[in-house]
């Protein structure tokens, strides 16, 4: 753990993650993104280890990250009923690695498609475009602990 890192605080206050946390084991952490909410469904998945990114993984990390990112990424086009699903880790804001899982919507609007996501996602966090609906999000929060619950995306 990193004493001045967000996500280490974080991980180890689990109270506030509460009520966005779908799953996780000793290793990762799979939430919901905080409100506002760019989309409903955008995750994040973080490992507890405080490394920056996925240069710094260990030999099972690098394993189980994709087998992870593949569970994740189906079990979302199934319950949100998309055609896909992006992945973007910068580790810039904070340097501790998480990755954004991101349910592209087959009516979303052509200007956010591809890196046009980045202008979705400031203009939710600026309030200039609405948030996703929040019981929208807090069913898809239950409905995909439920699935992970009994397929977990890595069984360790
Ligand atoms: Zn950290």
């Known amino acids: 753990m990193a ?3 967000k996500i280490c605080s974080q991980n180890n206050n689990q109270a506030e993650l509460a009520s ?5 084991n000793d290793e990762w952490l799979l939430l919901h993104h905080r409100e506002p909410y760019p989309l409903n469904g955008w995750l994040l998945l973080q490992p507890k280890r405080h490394i920056q990114g996925v240069a710094y993984f260990n030999d099972r990390e690098a394993s189980d990250y994709g087998f992870i990112t593949k569970a994740v990424s189906k079990t979302l086009q199934d319950v949100l009923h998309v055609p896909k699903v992006y992945l973007i ?10 990755l954004h899982f991101i349910p592209r919507f087959e009516q979303m609007a052509s200007q956010y498609l ?3 996501i980045a202008d979705l996602y400031r203009s939710v966090s600026d309030r200039s475009e609405e ?7 807090h ?6 602990r439920k699935r992970f619950e ?4 890595i069984n360790n």
């Not at 880790?89 to 998480?98: L, P, V």
């Not at 009994?150 to 995306?153: D, E, S």
């Open 89 to 98: 880790a910068f580790g810039e804001s904070i340097a501790h690695m998480h």
């Open 150 to 153: 009994k397929t977990p995306p």
């Open 114 to 116: 591809g890196f046009g």
């Open 3 to 5: 004493d001045d890192c």
């Open 20 to 24: 966005r946390l779908i799953w996780q």
């Open 131 to 137: 948030s996703a609906n929040a019981n929208d999000v």
């Open 139 to 144: 069913n898809t929060i239950l409905e995909l």
